[in-house]
């Protein structure tokens, strides 16, 4: 399984971007890159996904390297409420739609 | 907003004991998973089913867990007998299919054995 990694651990202030790096060097090119975050004391939630091309939604952006050896996931104001721990996660056609959770970046906004 | 129910959110157990976890996933949803959160780490994946067959268990313990999904909609996952280890976040997902959709995450529950 390709495998990524992250910060342990980021700062950021309240209403300004946050950009999360994550390095795949061995991803294949079948691989999507998903981002998932968790809030304490609740389970996970998908924030973002793609394969080769920027993507945007109503969460955040997701950057991805023309070599697709590395992804940034960026918020584009941080609000209170984005302190979470953030997982960058490869999924490949063959792994049957689960998804290998690293240890994630740990996302702290301060006021 | 549908979502993934999971009871109790939190058990308390003697080692040696029974446990069950239950989960109902969004409605229509075929793939529900089940996985364990160790505290510090990311969740890993115990089993997986596809309706009501199980397609990936490669990491579930089964000498001591057991999972089922009758009918292809709600979930038990088992521990018997619970161990001193077992105490993580047991959190369940669904989603439409398997290969890149979304998966939806339950609120968790939280054991704890004694």
């Known amino acids: 399984d390709a495998k990524t990694t992250q910060p342990n651990s980021m700062e950021s202030n309240e209403e300004e971007p946050v950009h999360l790096p994550c390095n795949h060097s061995t991803i294949s090119g079948t691989d999507y890159i998903h981002w998932y975050r968790q809030l304490p004391s609740q389970g996970p939630e998908y924030v973002i996904h793609g394969l080769t091309s920027n993507v945007n939604n109503r969460m955040a952006s997701l950057a991805i390297a023309e070599d697709r050896k590395s992804s940034t996931l960026i918020l584009h104001r941080a609000t209170l409420r984005d302190a979470a721990v953030y997982y960058c996660?490869?999924?490949?056609?063959?792994?049957?739609?689960?998804?290998?959770f690293g240890q994630g970046t740990e996302l702290s906004v301060k006021p | 907003e549908a979502e993934v129910a999971q009871s109790p959110r939190y058990k308390i157990t003697e080692k040696s004991q029974a446990v069950a976890f239950w989960c109902d996933p969004i409605?229509?949803?075929?793939?529900l998973y089940w996985y364990r959160q160790i505290l510090g780490q990311g969740p890993e994946l115990l089993v997986q089913?596809?309706?009501?067959?199980?397609?990936?268990d490669s990491q579930l313990p089964k000498d001591r867990f057991s999972a089922e999904r009758l009918k292809g909609v709600d979930s038990t996952l088992k521990i018997q007998p619970a161990e001193l280890g077992d105490s993580a976040m047991y959190l369940c997902?669904?989603?439409?299919?398997?290969?890149?959709?979304?998966?939806?995450f339950g609120p968790g529950t939280r054991l704890t054995v004694l």
């Open positions: 996660i490869l999924r490949g056609i063959n792994q049957g739609g689960k998804l290998i």
């Open positions: 409605s229509g949803h075929a793939t």
């Open positions: 089913f596809q309706d009501e067959s199980v397609v990936d």
């Open positions: 997902a669904s989603s439409f299919g398997t290969e890149y959709n979304e998966q939806f």
